[in-house]
C-alpha cells in the first residue's frame, strides 16, 4: 500500500525557518511527480512547489526565492525547506504525488492532477 507521510510542521515566528519531510513507502519517486500543497481555512487549496521525476522543479509565485523543494530518491524522502517564513504561509501543508507535470501541478487547480496524498502537517507563523 502507498502512503506517504508529512512532518517537519510547527509554528514559527515571521521571518523564520521550517523544514518538512515526506517519507514515502510503497512506491519509488522515479515514475510520479511530486509536490507540496497547503491550505488555509476557508481557502482552495494551491500548488507550492513540485518537481518532477527528472529534477526539474516549479514553484508558485508567493513562494519563490523563499521555499526550496528537493528529494532524497534513495531514501525516499521529499523536503520543503521554507525560509523568510510570512504569517500568510499559515496552512496545512500536504506532500502529493501524480503523474502530472511539475509546472501543471502548481498551475490554480493543480492539485486535482495528484493522485497520492499525505494527510498533512501544520504550518503555524505569528507575526
Known amino acids: 500500500q502507498v502512503q506517504l507521510a508529512e512532518s517537519g510542521g510547527g509554528s514559527v515566528q515571521s521571518g523564520g525557518s521550517l523544514r518538512l519531510s515526506c517519507a514515502a513507502s510503497g512506491y519509488t519517486y522515479k515514475t510520479y511527480s511530486m509536490g507540496w500543497f497547503r491550505q488555509a481555512p476557508g481557502k482552495e487549496r494551491e500548488g507550492v512547489a513540485a518537481?518532477?521525476?527528472?529534477?526539474?522543479?516549479n514553484y508558485a509565485d508567493s513562494v519563490k526565492g523563499r521555499f526550496t523543494i528537493s528529494q532524497d530518491k534513495a531514501d525516499n524522502t521529499l523536503f520543503l525547506q521554507m525560509n523568510s517564513l510570512k504569517p500568510e504561509d499559515t496552512a496545512m501543508y500536504y506532500c502529493?504525488?501524480?503523474?502530472?507535470?511539475?509546472?501543471?501541478?502548481?498551475?490554480?487547480?493543480?492539485?486535482?492532477?495528484?493522485?497520492?496524498w499525505g494527510k498533512g502537517t501544520l504550518v503555524t507563523i505569528s507575526s
Open positions: 502529493a504525488a501524480g503523474q502530472t507535470s511539475s509546472r501543471a501541478a502548481v498551475a490554480r487547480r493543480g492539485y486535482t492532477g495528484m493522485s497520492l
Open positions: 518537481i518532477d521525476s527528472d529534477g526539474s522543479t
